[in-house]
């Protein structure tokens, strides 16, 4: 990106210091905006400083950003930030595969620019959603390829800044390289939050959420329960099918978990063939209960890969907050013991940690 720099000589009688004062004011702001992006990473983050530096230098306060999310041949918008007042929120209520003007405005890859919005009948839908006097659209388009949209809306009559228009081909390199750079971030993000194997949550992303699980339930003076489990004799497994059996078994079983699991759990691959699952707020006798289901529906389940058909037991040790103490680690520490304990009675068990195993 580069600001195109002037020499004074070239600035007209009666100009020069108007002329001057608009291009430091247009230097100064995009050094202000340069130094705020340089210290996020977070498309939601990028988003907030964008939404306050538009509105501070320029006085726009309605807009939106819409990033596609291409699936096959259909182009979804996956996030986007609006100035619009969210307690009458406009955007809570847009079903944006139904909008097909902001996918035309997506294809035209034009900057366009509508005075009187409410009188341009080619984006009446748009309009019906955000009412407003004038429209700008700019395609924020990265390497040759369309990655989204920006678009503003203003209320007054009169035209957009002009210092702003003059601004928008600087901030849409801006917005390239900004979002560029967190669309790798999250997606590195989102590959050490994931295990490779399994899909399901990484430990990483489990010691991360157990802090905020911690931080939650002091906080509202509620409880939480873990519950730490692996594979019997899974070592049999992987010794007399190979490794890449058993990580088609493991596979298998996260797969079946998971289906009687809610979005409430948090489910992670604790390490080899052990798990970890957390229930938020909820306590440890109801825990035993879903943990019985789950162990029952294991040891009834065929693990039939490539031909050979094996079955599976599991064990389980389970603790809960605040009764094991108030770090993660005594937590994690009590799961462990009562795992211990529940396969050194036999195995195929669900132990609930006591203080009599310490």
């Given at each position: 990106?580069?600001?195109?720099?002037?020499?004074?000589?070239?600035?007209?009688d009666?100009?020069?210091?108007?002329q001057v004062?608009l291009?430091?004011?247009?230097?100064?702001?995009?050094?202000?905006l340069?130094k705020?992006?340089k210290n996020v990473n977070?498309?939601?983050d990028?988003?907030l400083?964008f939404?306050?530096?538009?509105?501070?230098r320029?006085?726009?306060?309605k807009?939106f950003?819409?990033l596609?999310?291409v699936?096959?041949e259909e182009?979804?918008?996956?996030?986007y930030?609006?100035?619009f007042?969210?307690?009458?929120?406009?955007?809570?209520?847009?079903?944006?595969?139904n909008?097909?003007?902001?996918?035309?405005?997506?294809?035209l890859?034009?900057?366009?620019?509508?005075k009187?919005f409410?009188?341009a009948?080619?984006?009446?839908?748009?309009y019906?959603?955000f009412?407003?006097?004038?429209?700008?659209?700019?395609?924020?388009i990265s390497?040759?390829?369309n990655?989204g949209l920006l678009?503003?809306f203003?209320?007054?009559?009169?035209?957009?800044p002009n210092?702003f228009?003059?601004?928008l081909?600087?901030l849409s390199?801006?917005?390239?390289?900004v979002l560029?750079?967190?669309?790798?971030?999250?997606?590195?993000?989102s590959?050490?939050?994931?295990d490779?194997?399994?899909?399901?949550s990484?430990?990483?992303?489990?010691?991360k959420?157990i802090e905020?699980?911690?931080?939650h339930?002091?906080?509202?003076?509620?409880?939480?329960s873990?519950a730490?489990f692996?594979?019997?004799?899974?070592?049999d497994i992987?010794?007399?099918?190979?490794h890449q059996?058993?990580?088609?078994?493991l596979i298998?079983?996260?797969?079946l978990v998971s289906s009687?699991?809610?979005?409430?759990e948090?489910?992670?691959?604790?390490?080899?063939?052990?798990?970890?699952i957390?229930?938020?707020?909820i306590?440890?006798d109801?825990a035993?209960?879903?943990?019985k289901t789950?162990?029952?529906?294991?040891e009834?389940h065929?693990?039939l890969?490539?031909?050979i058909s094996?079955k599976l037991?599991v064990?389980?040790g389970?603790?809960?907050?605040?009764i094991?103490?108030?770090?993660?680690?005594?937590?994690?520490?009590?799961s462990?013991?009562?795992?211990?304990?529940?396969?050194?009675?036999?195995?195929?068990?669900?132990v609930l940690?006591?203080?009599?195993?310490?």
């Open positions: 990106m580069g600001i195109k720099f002037f020499r004074v000589e070239d600035l007209r009666g100009e020069g210091l108007d004062d291009k430091l004011e247009e230097i100064w702001g995009i050094y202000d340069n705020e992006f977070r498309i939601e990028v988003l400083v939404k306050r530096f538009i509105s501070e320029y006085g726009i306060e807009y950003f819409l596609k999310k699936v096959g182009i979804n918008f996956e996030k930030s609006s100035g007042n969210l307690e009458h929120s406009y955007i809570s209520s847009i079903n944006l595969k909008l097909d003007e902001l996918e035309e405005l997506f294809y890859r034009k900057r366009i620019y509508i009187n409410k009188n009948k080619r984006f009446h839908k748009l019906a959603y009412p407003s006097e004038e429209f700008i659209s700019l395609p924020i390497e040759e390829q990655i678009i503003l203003s209320d007054t009559s009169q035209n957009f210092l228009k003059k601004d081909n600087i390199q801006f917005i390239d390289g560029k750079k967190s669309l790798l971030y999250e997606q590195k993000d590959l050490s939050k994931t490779s194997l399994t899909k399901i990484s430990r990483r992303f489990f010691n959420e905020r699980i911690i931080e339930s002091s906080r509202n003076r509620s409880v939480f873990l730490l692996d594979i019997d004799h899974f070592k992987n010794d007399r099918y190979g059996f058993g990580d088609s078994v298998e079983m996260v797969n009687h699991l809610t979005r409430r948090i489910f992670c691959r604790f390490g080899g063939e052990e798990f970890v957390i229930f938020p707020d306590p440890s109801y035993l209960k879903v943990l789950l162990k029952s529906e294991i009834l065929e693990f890969i490539n031909g094996v037991t064990s389980f389970v603790s809960s907050y605040p094991s103490g108030p770090t993660s680690k005594e937590i994690i520490r009590d462990d013991s009562a795992l211990y304990f529940a396969k050194l009675s036999g195995r195929n068990k669900i940690y006591s203080e009599k195993m310490s």
